[in-house]
């Protein structure tokens, strides 16, 4: 007979608990090498000591069951490189969700810590922000769309303005955009050169009036912009200023510069009616 291990022996030797074995067999994950079929007693092999602790590790890392049965069975396929790319994937699409949820969690964290410091409050001010020519891409948002719209909008001016140099793009969005999920929206590109012919239809030249706005300067990813947003709207309102109903942001570096999140650069304005607050705020 091969060599077997009791279930007391295979729990000393992997450091699995009898219960996680046992729940691993009834969820058909490890399934012992042998059952006695009188006591019910269960052996396992040696060669599933490396399962064990992989399926092991898996779980700590909460990758699905579905998702592990399917790694499971690709593993088990054979040694072909297609099993193992298989195998491979699976696990590797994982280890981006949970990067991605480690990197969601470290910035509300930071977040969180600005907010729970006083002393760490955003420099705000008042400013006129002068007028500018733009091409500029404008829609109104429907519910639920998402952020595709922004880079198709992008993508077509990107295509009007080619490679010509350019100062860092921006939008102009309706606050219901965020109070309400839908709502008017234009991007733009500050550009002087004129509208080339065959341009797409949706792109159009504009002209920015001068405009006073509270201003402040976001870095990093865009899920923190609400503190800016904060920071720019309470300052607005405390210096006495009615808000208009709109706000823009500049991407002074952004992802079309950069693909580390942790240097993006936004201006946060809030755009306020001039003729409103105190003149020295």
Known sequence: MAERWTIGEFSRITHLSIRSLRRYHEQDLLVPA??????????????????????????????????????????????????????????????????????????????????LDPVTARTVSIEVLPAQRVLAVS??????????????????????????????????????????????????????????PGAPATVRELRLPERTAAVTTHTGPHDDLDLAYAAAGSYAGRSGFCSQDYVEEVYLIGPRDTDVPERWRTLVAWLVAPETGRSSA
């Open 139 to 196: 829609l109104d948002v429907p519910p639920g769309a998402g952020l595709s719209w922004y880079d198709t909008a992008m993508e077509e001016l990107d295509a009007v303005v080619g490679q010509r140099p350019v100062l860092p793009p921006g939008g102009r969005y309706q606050h219901t955009l965020f109070t309400e999920g839908h709502g008017r929206a234009t991007v733009y590109l500050p550009a002087e050169m004129p509208l080339p």
């Open 34 to 115: 042998e059952v006695d079929p009188v006591t019910g007693y269960r052996y396992y092999s040696p060669v599933q000591v490396r399962s064990a602790l992989t399926i092991r590790r898996l779980r700590d890392l909460d990758l699905p069951l579905a998702d592990l049965r399917r790694f499971l069975q690709a593993e088990s396929a054979g040694e072909g490189a297609a099993s193992r790319s298989a195998a491979q994937e699976i696990v590797a699409a994982h280890l981006r969700r949970l990067e991605d949820r480690l990197g969601r969690t470290q910035r509300a964290v930071e977040a969180l810590r600005e907010l």
